[in-house]
């Protein structure tokens, strides 16, 4: 079985940082794409950014220049630097990955897996 741990939100004070870390852990034979995303209340979940297993990334607008993600393939990790953080970053942000399992018996399955989610609250 294979999940994502995620860890690092809590309360902030607008102009603050945090630094939002999420692991994959079980039979992993390789992790392909792993990204972030968040969503508020009464709002679609949206993308913040991603990250490929070479290093490329894709970081949404509105975060842009703020927000910083990147990963450690050895320890099967994602981050998310969070800095100049607003009242507007509020939500519960998520982990996830694309990635290959490893199966009973020798096979593969690609999955999609998704953290449980780790509110981030920004105070004015």
């Known amino acids: 079985q294979v999940q994502l741990v995620e860890s690092g939100g809590g309360l902030v004070q607008a102009g603050g940082s945090l630094r939002l870390s999420c692991a994959a852990s079980g039979s992993i034979s390789s992790i392909n794409d792993m990204g972030w995303y968040r969503q508020s209340p009464g709002k679609q979940r949206e993308l913040v950014a991603t990250i490929t297993s070479v290093g490329s990334t894709n970081t949404a607008d509105s975060v842009k220049g703020r927000f910083t993600i990147s990963r450690d393939n050895a320890k099967n990790t994602v981050y998310l630097q969070m800095n100049s953080l607003k009242p507007e970053d509020t939500a519960v942000y998520y982990c996830?990955?694309?990635?290959?399992?490893?199966?009973?018996?020798?096979?593969?399955?690609?999955?999609?897996?998704w953290g449980q989610g780790t509110l981030v609250t920004v105070s004015s």
């Open positions: 996830n990955a694309d990635l290959w399992a490893i199966v009973i018996a020798g096979g593969y399955r690609y999955l999609e897996v």
